[in-house]
């Protein structure tokens, strides 16, 4: 990759999350390897950056992007469709050299790059006696955090650009446990990329172990670690250890589920902050630096009255599909939450009756203005607990524990208010479950892959509002199970990188 081996951190300046810094204090884009790292205060900043950069990777093109590749969504009828979702959403255009994927891969090992030099450095920080035991103990959690950041990566990677777990793959990740500017490791299996994993977890665990987590921290505690654990192992087809890791962190009952339509409502609109566990810091400051995430803005595409504010348009680049509308029943108000029936439009036909993904609503809290125009910016919720009832539920199926399995869906079922049924087919119900309940969060195409699925479009709310020409590369596709393109492509300049300092082999198919 043609800028791995840039060891300058190259991102904004970050927020002080919690500490106070000379003004005399090095630039953070200045700093330098041999300088960053003389005090508790550099390594607070140099982490601080981490959370800088992760606030800008989770949401976007990173979350969206294998949502347009999956079934449960259109691409909207637009007055242009050349545009970044094209190639994805129809898998005949999508090539090894898509520059959207190729930019998440960039991005996501840019940021492992600087993590692994605030790793190495960080431990070199002088302690002096006086006052040793807070500092080791902001070490211990800075580290913790610098771990976890990279565990959380490496598992987007993992799932995105490698094949669904397989011990017998060599199909892997280049693993960088140091900074590295050259004689790049070459790719890894997929067994060896997650136990370099779960050791990261293991140890953001241990370093994580006295950071007391809360609903909406900004940071990762220790339930944050406990969460990528249950997902990672889940990946992994370990049912007993992501069981157990699940319903250790449920137990606790520091995270309970909403059960009103109105405090979920909030959750998404407004960022509240029930049910997460990890919720990133951001912010809109007047006439001062804002600290921003990508926004996701395919979904709505809202254009107001400036003076009434009421909506005249909506041009989404993405339509949920009525297979998609159709799982969810009347009485789950998520149907009016995570989806809404509103209207398209494309030039100045207007579709009624449409629902459209409303988990990203336009947020006033981080705009100059309620009446600037709509960014879709929200604080990411890196980990929701939500996730953990879906795991343990899905994790007990797999372990031969139906009785369980039905205890943890029918709690999430009931919070959403559809409560306990008489299944006919639990495991059909517990992906489904998962489909709704973390619809247009990025896991979709990592479910289909590691489900052994194919990929289904499924019928269209309104024919006309969506791209159908090809049909069969659109509404109508229909993709076997198994097709290498659901494993994303490395980028054709990192399979083969600077006389062979780099030697990655390029997934199957490509």
């Not at 902001?138 to 777990?165: D, K, W």
């Not at 990528?228 to 309970?256: F, H, M, N």
């Not at 009485?331 to 409303?358: P, Q």
Request: net charge neutral.
């Amino acid at each position: 990759m043609k800028n791995l081996y840039k060891i300058l951190i190259l991102i904004s300046i970050p927020f002080l999350l919690n500490a106070c810094f000379s003004l005399d204090q090095e630039p953070y884009k200045e700093l330098s390897q041999k300088n960053s790292f003389k005090s508790l205060q550099d390594a607070q900043y140099w982490v601080n950056g981490m959370y800088a950069t992760l606030r800008g990777n989770v949401y976007g093109r990173a979350m969206y992007a294998s949502d347009a590749q999956a079934d449960f969504a259109n691409l909207a009828r637009r007055s242009s469709n050349n545009d970044i979702l094209t190639e994805i959403h129809n898998w005949t255009l999508l090539t090894s050299s898509n520059g959207v994927i190729a930019t998440i891969w960039q991005k996501y090992f840019d940021a492992i790059q600087n993590i692994n030099i605030g790793i190495e450095g960080i431990p070199t920080i002088p302690i002096s006696a006086q006052g040793a035991t807070s500092a080791r103990a902001q070490i211990n959690q800075n580290m913790g955090e610098l771990y976890l950041a990279r565990a959380y990566y490496y598992t987007y990677l993992v799932t995105h650009f490698c094949p669904a777990y397989d011990e017998s793959s060599v199909y892997g990740l280049p693993l960088l446990d140091k900074p590295t500017i050259n004689d790049f490791p070459k790719r890894s299996t997929v067994k060896e990329t997650y136990e370099f994993i779960l050791a990261d977890i293991t140890r953001a665990q241990q370093l994580l172990s006295n950071v007391t987590g809360s609903a909406g921290k900004t940071t990762f505690s220790k339930d944050a670690a406990t969460a990528l654990k249950a997902r990672v192992l889940l990946y992994k087809e370990d049912w007993a250890g992501a069981y157990q890791a699940a319903t250790g962190l449920i137990s606790a009952g520091t995270y309970p589920l909403t059960t009103t339509s109105s405090t979920l409502q909030n959750v998404w609109e407004k960022d509240a902050t029930a049910e997460s566990i990890t919720q990133l810091y951001a912010r809109y400051d007047k006439g001062n630096t804002a600290e921003l995430p990508n926004g996701n803005d395919v979904y709505l595409g809202e254009e107001k009255s400036y003076y009434t504010q009421r909506v005249l348009y909506y041009y989404p680049k993405l339509i949920p599909t009525q297979s998609f509308v159709d799982l969810f029943d009347n009485t789950d108000f998520r149907k009016s939450v995570y989806i809404r029936k509103l209207f398209a439009n494309y030039s100045e036909t207007k579709y009624n009756n449409i629902y459209l993904v409303y988990k990203y609503p336009d947020n006033d809290e981080l705009k100059n203005s309620p009446r600037d125009d709509s960014s879709y910016l929200h604080r990411p919720k890196v980990f929701r607990i939500a996730e953990l009832y879906l795991i343990a539920a899905e994790a007990a199926y797999k372990n031969g524990d139906q009785t369980n399995a039905k205890v943890y869906l029918d709690r999430l079922r009931t919070a959403r208010g559809i409560g306990s049924v008489t299944y006919t087919d639990l495991w059909a119900e517990i992906q489904n479950e998962r489909n709704r309940e973390l619809a247009f969060e990025g896991f979709r195409m990592a479910d289909i892959k590691r489900w052994g699925l194919g990929v289904v479009r499924g019928t269209p709310q309104n024919l006309d509002a969506i791209v159908s020409d090809p049909a069969d590369q659109y509404n109508q596709l229909n993709i076997p199970a198994g097709n290498y393109k659901m494993t994303w492509p490395i980028p054709p300049n990192d399979v083969k990188y600077q006389q062979g300092k780099a030697d990655w082999a390029q997934n199957p198919g490509w």
